[in-house]
């Protein structure tokens, strides 16, 4: 199915792209942009080319926990850029072992030197059981516009799981989890980035109109992901794709962290769900330019796992560790190392009904081209090592075999 659409698709891509080829890097037409707008593909049934042997590039994407228990795993191959594809594996054992890819997302390009890609997204159980796969679609690395889209599956525990079509949300990309607030409502986080963004000369015109909403945004939705709609959002300094988490305060406001070039965290807080937000400034939260992953527990502590110690950015990424609060992020505990080999990043995860704290990060992404999975409780956090008799580190997920 999925051939036939890449040879019908390039068929009708001929005529939109003739004039896009004939000339040195003419902005790209209308009708080129739009073919971003058109649903992809969700295979099932990946074929050799999405094998591990045929793989030279690994890089986390998210996973999460399904009601029944099973584990499912998302990541990126192809690379990080405009050949970026998504594939999912998934584990019934915790984590113990995995399957082979058996879902992927690789939309079909068009013709040219622009290619169409999925870089950014995340795994999500909802409150029903739902599993969501939220995904972006840009023609090239960053075309200006992007946009979310999320598949979902009412059966991941199933022998043959059942994907919807996907449809758009908004512009944009998701790489960060939802947050459930206690009133029930789902906010989403949303990131339109900036223009530097935007490599490809063709592009570098294309949606302007776009230009006072390029920030760290979040959306809303009061009916289970039926619709969603933009609260509000937050343009922070020196923001690096922001890959923005919210957690709700046991006051009651949000607190907002995003990663930045400085060297720091940015947070900022809203005292009204979201719609109007505090000046961003730098947190007391040191990282290197890297994603980080913050979480409620059911415990009320809220997880933190970054690169290194939490007063002291690295210099590069390594040293993944964990740390709790017991103060709604004011000061930390503990301090478990994941992993304390350089290139180790973009942690995310859950906690599974029994207190298991899982999480995902890649290693190495163009060289081993490693996912990994670490999984510990709170009291490994406190101790600062692997003592429980179910945490274990560096269970191996899936691993590119083409890198050499």
Sequence with gaps: M????RWTTAIAC??????FLRAADPPATKEFLDLALQPPVIDTSPGPQY???????NMVIGMDRTPKGRIWACWVGGGDDQNGYFLAASSDDDGATWSKP?????????????KRRTLVGNFWTDSTGRL??????SMGYFDGRDGVWATTCENPDAQTPVWSVP??????????????????????????????????????????????????????????????????GVRFPHSEFDEH???????????????????????????????????PQPSAIHNPSSRHFVRRLASGRLLLVKNGPVDRRLAARSHLTAFLSDDDGKTWKGGLILDERAKVSYPDGFQAPDGLIHILYDYNRSTDAEILMARFREEDVLAGEFQSSQSRARILVNKAGGVH
């Design 2 to 5: 999925k051939s036939m659409l």
């Design 14 to 19: 001929a005529v939109l792209v003739t004039s």
């Design 51 to 57: 094998a591990d042997e045929a793989r030279t590039f």
């Design 102 to 114: 058996r879902l992927a997302i690789d939309p079909t390009d068009p013709p040219g030197p622009i």
């Design 132 to 137: 969501w796969l939220f995904f972006d679609q």
């Design 167 to 232: 449809r758009r949300i908004w512009h944009g990309c998701t790489l960060c989890k939802p947050t459930v607030l206690k009133n029930g409502e789902w906010l989403l986080p949303v990131s339109l980035w900036d223009r530097t963004k935007i490599h490809e000369p063709q592009l570098k015109d294309a949606f302007h109109e776009l230009d006072d909403q390029r920030m760290a945004n979040l959306f809303v939705s009061v009916d289970q992901g039926k619709t969603w709609i933009r609260r509000g």
């Design 245 to 279: 988490m919210t957690v709700e305060l046991n006051d009651g406001r949000l607190w907002m962290l995003a990663r930045t070039n400085t060297g720091t965290i940015a947070e900022s807080y809203s005292s009204d769900g979201g719609r109007e937000w505090t000046t």
